[in-house]
């Protein structure tokens, strides 16, 4: 009786193994990475390059504090070339620590963020500013958080923007016309019907979902109301490390793999989308499409030996 009650147990298992997704397999975008000055002793540029090529990551949105961080990436021409890794540079708004609490009155960061815009970087002009945090969404309105918005639609660059719903709906009533990506789509856990309310209001909004809550569920695996909407929007989300302690870096293939089991929950050409596609249409990227990139993750073609 034992043995046949093992014996039906293992039987499960494997069944319930059968039944998960393979995970995504294709390239992808990292729309949420820092490079911040501590991370650049313990995890030096090879030592994150080789993660990021590890983990089949072809693109990085890079932004830190303080820039500099940002500007070493852009830099590393060779090296992000062999790595296969694309550099889209964002101006961060931090110098240091002190700056999270008080950028969005603060005109020494605008200066600094138009100082930043008009140098550039080696690999070629930010494309972006942010992230940015704002802690109370009163602060959406503040001078400095006006300004920078209306630079961004200005200069078509893109914000990304650790906010709650409330303020995005400020940031927004500023510039209308501004490419947002709200870090976390919310990491205060906006409802899911809130979410799909602001996506329909402004159309060039996306949401990065490193951290949502909710997104998954105990096993790791996509909640169904999410899957819904991923399903249904995935023009609209993009993928995120979220490096923003060193411990993030330590587990950088860890976060990547975890990504890939749950866009494997999704219809293929959503999870593309999502992983890869969407990052690269707004960064005006390569398409990677699925021939391009070999069946193995870790055996993808460099961007050297892409068509
Ligand atoms: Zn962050």
């Known amino acids: 009786m034992k043995a046949l009650a093992l014996l039906l147990c293992g039987a499960c298992l494997a069944c319930a193994t059968a039944l998960r997704a393979e995970p995504y397999r294709g390239p992808l975008f990292d729309a949420h990475l820092h490079y911040n000055v501590e991370a650049q002793e313990p ?31 852009a830099s590393a021409l060779e090296a992000t070339r062999a790595a296969g890794v694309s550099v889209v540079p964002f101006v961060r708004l931090y ?6 609490s008080g950028w969005f009155a603060d005109e020494s960061i605008y200066q600094m963020v138009l100082d930043e815009l008009a140098r550039g970087t080696p690999s070629g002009p930010y494309r972006g500013i ?43 009533a500023h ?19 809130r979410v799909r309310e ?23 695996r996509l909640s169904p109301a999410w899957r819904a909407l991923l399903s249904e929007q995935p023009e609209r989300f993009l993928v995120g490390s ?5 411990q993030r870096w330590q587990y950088y293939e860890g976060l990547m793999s975890e990504a890939r089991a749950w866009l494997g929950d999704l219809p293929p050409a959503a999870a593309q989308k999502i992983a890869w596609g969407n990052g690269a249409a707004l960064f005006g990227l390569a398409d990677l499409s699925p021939p391009a990139v070999d069946k193995q993750v870790g055996k993808l073609p460099t961007a050297a030996s892409s068509p």
């Not at 979220?242 to 060193?246: A, E, Q, R, S, Y």
Request: positive net charge; hydrophobic residues 45%.
């Open 175 to 193: 510039a209308p016309q501004a490419r947002l990506i709200w870090a976390h789509t919310g990491i205060g856990g906006a409802s899911i019907e």
């Open 43 to 73: 995890h030096p540029l090879a030592d994150v390059l080789a993660r990021m090529q590890r983990s089949g990551v072809r693109a990085i949105v890079a932004n830190s504090r303080p820039n500099a961080g940002t500007v070493g990436l």
């Open 242 to 246: 979220d490096t923003w302690v060193n």
């Open 130 to 172: 942010g992230e940015f945090h704002l802690y109370d969404s009163v602060n959406a309105d503040g001078p400095v958080a006006r300004k920078l918005m209306r630079l961004a639609a200005e200069r078509q660059l893109v914000v990304l923007a650790h906010v709650d719903d409330v303020a995005i709906d400020k940031l927004m």
């Open 95 to 100: 110098r240091n620590r002190a700056d999270y």
């Open 198 to 220: 602001l996506l329909k209001r402004y159309p060039t909004l996306r949401g990065e979902l490193s951290y949502r809550p909710g997104l998954l569920d105990a096993g790791g």
